[in-house]
């Protein structure tokens, strides 16, 4: 059996740290605050939206929440996001994705001024991440980022493949992977002999949404397996993107689903708050 790791204990660790450099501020009379923004009423974006919120409130942080119905037009969340941009009590601001049929999202998060975008969408966080400057990085890969670090995965000189090219996860994936000097391969649907490819990672990002899409088959001996889905199998149980029972013993090291890539998440969008303050 390889090592098992544990999002949900680093994701504590985190989120412990940041409670303390959050009591740390209130001490000093800062406050951080994050507004977050649910538009409509898709049941999975609401379980997201009060994690986020309890997390905030365990770490200290304060969350300004905003339900807005299905039929809000783009015109009136914009003017909400104009007011929050102002609002120096505002340190973070984040827009549950996905948005109704009607609001076009790019326009949405280019709305957000970048030292507020806690998601690390807008393009201009997008492009300093490019080009190796500050900004916020999204918050998955940088998830991924710590379960590495903090199980002390060797990324310089390694190979990493990522299965998907998402602007969430596979783009910002691969730019931090080559920051840690890793070699970087990004793979997706139109990918020829994927198998090829997979099997000359030291370590393996899954991300394309399909369940226990990976097996044993596509890995070598040894490797890291990250994944990053978030899936239901036959039984309408929780999965990720690799068949874990196929590759548990072949790889050295894999993230379990749920807690694994999952609760890094909402650690690295808190870690993002507190940054906000520019204190870390
Ligand atoms: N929807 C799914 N993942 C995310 C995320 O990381 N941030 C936001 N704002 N919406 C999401």
Not at 249 to 278: E, F, H, Q, R, Y
Request: net charge negative.
């Amino acid at each position: 059996m390889s090592t098992l790791i544990d999002g949900k204990k680093i994701s504590q660790d985190i989120k412990d740290e940041l409670k303390e450099k959050v009591s740390g501020l209130n001490a000093k009379g800062t406050e951080v605050s994050l507004a977050v923004i649910l538009v409509g009423e898709d049941p999975a974006s609401q379980v997201y939206v009060r994690n986020k919120k309890k997390a905030c409130e365990y770490i200290g942080i304060r969350s300004i929440s905003h339900e807005l119905p299905d039929s809000t037009s783009e015109e009136e969340l914009l003017s909400l996001i104009s007011d929050l941009n102002k609002d120096d009590s505002v340190d973070g601001i984040l827009v549950q994705l996905p948005l109704p049929s009607h609001i076009n999202e790019d326009t949405v998060i280019k709305a957000i001024a970048p030292e507020k975008d806690v998601d690390g969408f807008h393009p201009q966080n997008v492009g300093a991440l490019s080009i190796g400057q500050k900004g916020y990085v999204s918050c998955t890969p940088a998830g991924i980022i710590q379960l590495l670090k903090r199980s002390n995965i060797n990324m310089d000189g390694a190979h990493a493949v990522i299965i998907g090219r998402s602007n969430i996860v596979g783009k910002p994936m691969a730019l931090l992977l080559l920051r840690e000097n890793a070699t970087v391969t990004i793979t997706h649907s139109h990918t020829k002999d994927l198998k090829e490819i997979t099997k000359q990672a030291d370590i393996l990002i899954v991300a394309i949404g399909k369940a226990k899409f990976v097996n044993d088959e596509y890995i070598k001996e040894g490797a890291v397996v990250i994944d990053v889905g978030m899936d239901r199998d036959e039984n309408g149980k929780l999965c990720g993107d690799v068949d874990f029972d196929s590759v548990k013993d072949k790889c050295s090291a894999i993230t379990p689903v749920p807690g694994g890539v999952g609760p890094m998440t909402i650690a690295m969008l808190m870690n993002n708050c507190v940054s906000a303050k520019g204190e870390i």
